[in-house]
């Protein structure tokens, strides 16, 4: 059985990969990603990355692939941890598995070499390396993995060239049978890896551009580090900055009192940094979101006046809430 293939984080829009090199987008089919959500925790040279996607789509089954600088620790992540952050770093608001060492090495005929396979929790996965983008590519079709994409064939291989030379390596995940026409969250999922920057890959996110459909997407990211941090690469969606915070003694001590999970994530000392995007259109996106330390740590909660409310999230609107959000949204354009 085929899988689209979102090809990000959490992209929006599945992209199909031809074993010829062509992408073409597959007729009728469309995977709708609301958001991406991302807690990072940072220390020295490890970031660990907690990671929630919520997918819509009229696919029996999916697939997105995930790059990263080196290779990931994979394991089944908890959705309380992203409930508990959201509402403790809440802007307010006024007015409006299990992995398995792989040991068939280089895949027979292509240099991709699958170092790594197994699951967590309904997803599968295996963690891959490759010399070149057409491998990959074929890589990619010959195990199954339907990628539909309406960027050019240069475009593609421009984006995964970076990564390849950057000797990045790809977490190609697969889920089966998921509920046609629905929004539902995917396993959340946490990767331990090792970076000299912290980084959020999000340029891959790019070549998931539709015209065939309205994009609407959000983009919330909580940092916790030593300190406030700042963004070095904005990736063109240029997120807004909504919480800073130091924790000290009598706050963390609140955490682990009234959010024992975010309790888990982080310690007394820690730099909690919110950052928060809304945007249209995956095609603005032109590099991976990097940050750096900021100058000072200055400590703010900003208060909006908008009709945007970017992410409330509660237990059950959580689930259920979005369902209705992502099917308003994800509508295809009507041909005039």
Known sequence: MKRVLILSLASAFAVTLWADGGIFPPPGIYVGEPYQYAIIEYEGSQEILHLLINVASDAASFGWIVPFPSKPAIEEDTIAVFEQIEEMCRPSYGGFGCGVIYDGGYYAGH????????????????????????????????????????????????????????DWVFVAFSVQEIPRDNSINVQPVKFTFTSSQIVYPMRITSLNTNPEYYYDYGLLIHVIAEHRVKLEQDAGIRPEYSYANKLNSSEYEAVEKNYPF???????????????????????????LVFTYAEDDAEGNNQYYSALIIFPILPFAFVAGLALRSRLRFRKRRKR
């Open 111 to 166: 240099s991709v070499k699958v170092i790594e396979e197994g699951s967590v929790g309904i997803l599968s996965y295996e963690i891959i390396k490759a010399d070149d983008p057409d491998t990959l590519f074929n890589w990619l079709a010959e195990n199954d993995y339907w990628i539909a994409d309406s960027s050019d064939t240069a475009r593609a291989r421009e984006v995964f060239s970076d990564y390849i030379e950057r």
């Open 262 to 288: 975010v309790a888990e994530v982080c310690k007394e000392g820690d730099f909690i940094t919110r950052l928060a995007s809304y945007y249209y259109d995956p095609g603005d996106i032109d590099s991976d």
